[in-house]
């Protein structure tokens, strides 16, 4: 319990950020697409030296950055977008890679690959997750300022020695590690939740970005808390606690955040239509 709650807060540390600024460049979808894309690369190192994991993560790297790329070319060189091009390969990555696992594994295998062992890792998966997320929160703050303005101004980006562009690829990169090394806590299929479901509750507390980073990457780890939490009292599968968990979370955020929330909303309303009935009284009068 006590290396999954650290491996578990070593990816929420860094998935909240990340998703945050999906959230603000529009690609949560694709942050979905590139989890699936890491798979067939992570069944390749399976297929040749079994659950090795220094095996599965250059795999998973490889692949992932070659997804990235060939939707970038498609998107860039034909009418289709961006995410409908992150979308069709994440599909087309998707089936390969479960087919990938089965012609060798078990079933067992497959779900290990797809939902994680969080309460298995080892000390070689711990270091991994940890030292990939060190290094990525690292490069995140030292490209903080030009991911912001690429989210304000793309354009402006571009027309300074393509600096867009190579932004743009470099948080790309920082994604991918993040994905490949988080599959092996929570999961090819599940990882995504712990970057989106936090990143998306965080929007409805505070306006700032960076506001929202901490808060998602604070709600990431209580997420993986609580999950670790129900799975043992009530002898869960962890990986779904932890997603559930951070699921409720996007609930009451959704339900009662004031900046947006279902109820703050009710409440305007409510005073807009009393400011409504007191104009037209005294319209009356």
Known sequence: MRRALAGSWALAFVAGPLGVFLVLRRMSLVGDAMAHAILPGVAVGFLTAGLSLGAMTVGGILTGLLVAMLAGLVARHTPLREDASFASFYLISLGLGVLLVSLRGSNMDLIHVLFGTVLGLNDAALLLVTAVSSVVLLVLAAVYRLLVAECLDPAFLRSVRGGGALTHMLFLLMLVLTLVAGFQVLGTLMVVGIMMLPATSARFWTASGGGQMILAACM??????????????????????????????????????????????????????????????????
């Open 220 to 285: 990431g780890a209580a997420a993986s808390y609580a999950g670790l939490l129900l799975s043992f009292h009530l002898n869960l599968p962890a990986s779904p606690a932890i997603i559930l968990s951070a699921g409720c979370l996007y609930l009451v955020s959704v339900a009662l955040g004031p900046l947006g929330g279902l109820l703050q909303a009710m409440r305007q309303a409510r005073a807009t239509r009393l400011r409504l009935a007191s104009i037209q009284e005294h319209t009356h009068e």
